[in-house]
């Protein structure tokens, strides 16, 4: 029923510096499960963008800030951040948390109060980590997700799911079946889903 939806329109932060890494193929399955769902989604590349690192400057935090005051690609990112009713981060892990790529623009979020009121508040969220070792644990993958876990909950966001798996040397993710098909359902839960913070 279109009643039930809960998220209109999706923004997908793909922050691999590979196009088609296996981060971006379980984004992609999570924007198939979101669309199939009714919503629109939208993609971003994160890894070709001139994205400046937060500058501390506090500009955005004044009572009359519009936005941040590093004027690079990041001016463009905010206003699809505040029109998505979802944002998913797709990420590999990079030496034990998520990629550079993907942590210029959280650091960089620090400036979406500057461009609506309470911006994170029940945003829905989703993230897809994939990594090189045997387990979240070995590989690092369970620090980034707690990271997003707290954050998450620091802000008010609602974090609908995570999937994460392996893709070390000698497997592919798409052979990964079932975490292809849980990243699938996480795009449907983050449409239509209720709240929840559980790792999937």
Known sequence: MASELKAKKVLVLLGSPRKKGNSATLAQRITKGAEEAGAQV????LNGLKITPCQS?????KPDATKCAV?????????KLIEA???VFASPVFFFSFSAQTKLLLDRCF???AYGVKPWRDKRIAVAMTYGG????SSGCVNALRTFQDLCNYVHANL???VHGTASAGTDINENTALLEKAEELGRKLV????SAAMV
Do not use: H, T
């Open 42 to 45: 939208e993609s971003i590349y």
């Open 57 to 61: 400057c506090y500009v955005c935090q």
């Open 71 to 79: 004027d690079d690609d990041m001016q463009a990112i905010y206003p």
């Open 85 to 87: 009713d979802a944002w």
């Open 111 to 113: 400036a979406l109060n």
């Open 134 to 137: 045997e387990n979240a644990f």
């Open 160 to 162: 609908v799911g995570m």
């Open 192 to 195: 239509v889903g209720s709240r």
